[in-house]
């Protein structure tokens, strides 16, 4: 077991750590949370977690190995934990600090030249400075007066998610799920490679876009045979495999999933098909608590005014979380994973 921290954007309080969770889970990961704060995980793992948060997350910037936490001030840090790490001799290394919190405070250039000079007497010259492309990447959060210092494992690729956002798809129109969001909202269903995905209101493909990328076997549904036209060029531009069906999302004739997720159409640049959108949200779970295994997982995003807890009064799943995400002044959508 290894100490691990995962460090986040700053996008939302909550659901970058919520996701990490969820992405262990769903690889079957055991892990045990040492230390939750502000943009950042810090949790006891094996390193399997390492790969699969950076190949998975939406909202982590960086994986990393942890070194150690010191106090602020750092007058006397010791750097001797740096011998347990094994790095090679006459190899390159650069620091680099994010201050979480208490920016007034403490001076990330400071930090990073301290540390520098800790890591270079600690070496005794056997490590060389590098600020670009070095072997080792020394990374540093600094909240709560602590230093968090490790060893940068791996980074996540958000530019590759980002360029399945809407504007850069074959098809478009307004009002379409970020891919982020869509991202962690596959990743909040707990769902893994090989295993069945669904999302009931496909519309434009983004959420089953990412649930395929993540090598999910997808089966997407629309009540409108323009979306699934629609779905199926996107899909088809980022050679994803999906099986799309014309059909409503009140009625799925299909048989137990892993997990899903869904964005009902709401707002004014969707169509709910003349149906009140409390209503159509009510009757989808009313069927999906039927398809989705026991214990498994369903996301779903809808305007934060509908009261989701009196439509699931009666049906078998459970809320486990929300997140709550500003749109516009008249929209905030909020994310909730259900399970079976």
Same mark, same amino acid.
């Given at each position: 077991?290894?100490?691990?921290?995962?460090?986040?954007?700053?996008?939302?309080?909550?659901?970058?750590?919520?996701?990490?969770?969820?992405?262990?889970?769903?690889?079957?990961?055991?892990?045990?949370?040492?230390?939750?704060?502000?943009?950042?995980?810090?949790?006891?793992?094996?390193?399997?977690?390492?790969?699969?948060?950076?190949?998975?997350?939406?909202?982590?910037?960086?994986?990393?190995?942890?070194?150690?936490?010191?106090?602020?001030?750092?007058?006397?840090?010791?750097?001797?934990?740096?011998?347990?790490?094994?790095?090679?001799?006459?190899?390159?290394?650069?620091?680099?600090?994010?201050?979480?919190?208490?920016?007034?405070?403490?001076?990330?250039?400071?930090?990073?030249?301290?540390?520098?000079?800790?890591?270079?007497?600690?070496?005794?010259?056997?490590?060389?400075?590098?600020?670009?492309?070095?072997?080792?990447?020394?990374?540093?959060?600094?909240?709560?007066?602590?230093?968090?210092?490790?060893?940068?494992?791996?980074?996540?690729?958000?530019?590759?998610?980002?360029?399945?956002?809407?504007?850069?798809?074959?098809?478009? $129109?307004?009002?379409?799920?970020?891919?982020?969001?869509?991202?962690?909202?596959?990743?909040?269903?707990?769902?893994?490679?090989?295993?069945?995905?669904?999302?009931?209101?496909?519309?434009?493909?983004?959420?089953?876009?990412?649930?395929?990328? $993540?090598?999910?076997?997808?089966?997407?549904?629309?009540?409108?045979?323009?979306?699934?036209?629609?779905?199926?060029?996107?899909?088809?531009?980022?050679?994803?495999?999906?099986?799309?069906?014309?059909?409503?999302?009140?009625?799925?004739?299909?048989?137990?999933?892993?997990?899903?997720?869904?964005?009902?159409?709401?707002?004014?640049?969707?169509?709910?098909?003349?149906?009140?959108?409390?209503?159509?949200?009510?009757?989808?779970?009313?069927?999906?608590?039927?398809?989705?295994?026991?214990?498994?997982?369903?996301?779903?995003?809808?305007?934060?005014?509908?009261?989701?807890?009196?439509?699931?009064?009666?049906?078998?799943?459970?809320?486990?979380?929300?997140?709550?995400?500003?749109?516009?002044?008249?929209?905030?959508?909020?994310?909730?994973?259900?399970?079976?």
């Amino acid at each position: 077991m290894v100490k691990l921290f995962f460090y986040f954007s700053g996008e939302h309080q909550t659901l970058p750590s919520a996701e990490c969770k969820s992405i262990l889970e769903a690889e079957n990961i055991k892990y045990k949370i040492v230390k939750e704060g502000y943009r950042f995980l810090l949790v006891e793992t094996d390193m399997r977690a390492a790969e699969a948060i950076s190949q998975r997350a939406a909202y982590t910037y960086k994986v990393c190995k942890l070194i150690d936490v010191y106090k602020l001030p750092l007058e006397k840090i010791k750097l001797q934990s740096l011998k347990k790490l094994n790095l090679a001799e006459k190899e390159s290394f650069s620091v680099r600090v994010h201050v979480l919190d208490d920016k007034k405070k403490y001076s990330k250039i400071e930090i990073e030249k301290l540390i520098g000079l800790k890591i270079l007497e600690t070496s005794s010259g056997n490590l060389k400075v590098r600020l670009q492309s070095p072997r080792y990447e020394f990374i540093g959060l600094v909240t709560s007066g602590e230093l968090y210092l490790g060893l940068l494992l791996s980074k996540t690729d958000r530019k590759a998610i980002d360029k399945r956002s809407g504007k850069y798809r074959p098809y478009f $129109q307004p009002g379409v799920i970020n891919p982020r969001i869509a991202r962690a909202m596959v990743n909040l269903a707990r769902v893994k490679s090989d295993d069945l995905f669904i999302d009931p209101f496909i519309g434009t493909g983004g959420i089953v876009l990412e649930a395929g990328v $993540q090598g999910c076997r997808s089966i997407g549904l629309d009540i409108k045979k323009k979306m699934i036209y629609a779905s199926q060029k996107n899909l088809n531009y980022y050679n994803v495999q999906c099986d799309l069906i014309i059909g409503d999302a009140r009625h799925i004739p299909l048989t137990k999933f892993d997990g899903g997720a869904a964005d009902p159409p709401y707002g004014i640049s969707t169509s709910s098909i003349g149906e009140d959108t409390d209503l159509l949200i009510e009757e989808t779970l009313k069927n999906i608590q039927h398809i989705i295994k026991p214990g498994g997982y369903f996301t779903i995003a809808f305007p934060s005014t509908i009261k989701l807890e009196r439509l699931l009064k009666d049906l078998k799943l459970d809320l486990i979380e929300t997140f709550d995400i500003y749109v516009h002044k008249s929209l905030t959508r909020r994310i909730a994973v259900l399970r079976r």
